[in-house]
């Protein structure tokens, strides 16, 4: 089973909301290292005419014929590449500093020839940024600018050529962090309890192993005649008053 199985509700000791009364169970203060984000931003906006080379094209280039169509195009990792990074600080806001950068967006392209035989190959999507972001003064451990990134095409068409090229309509989106690796203090309920793994099966026999072993008897259903029906009982005493 998981976190969130329905066999492992109830386990104090799996990840769930918590109410005010479950903070009396936190036990400790503990110390963790992970990623602190200073400060980041979310950017999504539609770029129009945007040329792609293609590269590392699957199969041999010769075997395709044009014209060629583009069929799909998306980004193939959450982690976007940074190049030309420079931070200014700003004299007029302390602690802030403008942040210009290219983002590059990894994508693959899958596209058909005149014979629609299907191909795909890999390209890039620069997006120039110009933000303001908060950035941290310096210290023995240094901040990093990263981006988190998605892109899909559209729509596109190809551009005749000794390349394969195509000018197309993507949807991008792109968060700018600060970030930096620290030992933060977090309250803590202890070491989490790794529920065994749910094995995928075709439990056709879970729904029948839920019955009762025996059948009810008739005193344990609620329309058994020897139970006095608390409604008739109140009609009677108002008829004798």
Request: charge should be negative; aromatic fraction near 8%.
């Amino acid at each position: 089973m998981s976190f969130y199985s329905y066999k492992n509700q109830g386990n104090e000791l799996s990840p769930a909301r918590i109410g005010f009364d479950g903070c009396r169970k936190i036990i400790e203060k503990v110390c963790i290292q992970v990623n602190k984000v200073y400060d980041a931003c979310l950017q999504q906006e539609t770029l129009n005419d945007v040329r792609i080379v293609v590269k590392d094209v699957k199969g041999h280039w010769s075997d395709f014929i044009p014209p060629f169509n583009l069929l799909s195009c998306r980004s193939t990792s959450v982690k976007g590449k940074l190049v030309g990074t420079q931070i200014t600080r700003l004299p007029d806001r302390p602690n802030f500093a403008r942040v210009q950068t290219k983002v590059e967006i990894p994508v693959e392209v899958v596209f058909e020839d005149a014979n629609c035989k299907r191909g795909s190959g890999n390209s890039v999507i620069v997006v120039p940024k110009d933000v303001i972001l908060f950035v941290p003064d310096e210290s023995v451990i240094p901040f990093q600018l990263e981006s988190t990134v998605n892109a899909i095409c559209v729509s596109g068409k190809a551009v005749p050529g000794d390349t394969l090229r195509f000018d197309v309509d993507v949807c991008v989106t792109i968060i700018l962090k600060i970030v930096a690796k620290v030992e933060l203090l977090v309250p803590s309920f202890g070491f989490c309890q790794i529920p065994p793994c749910e094995e995928f099966a075709e439990n056709v026999c879970e729904e029948f192993f839920r019955l009762p072993l025996f059948p009810p008897q008739l005193e344990d259903t609620s329309c058994s005649p020897r139970s006095p029906n608390p409604r008739l009982q109140s009609a009677d005493i108002e008829q004798e008053e």
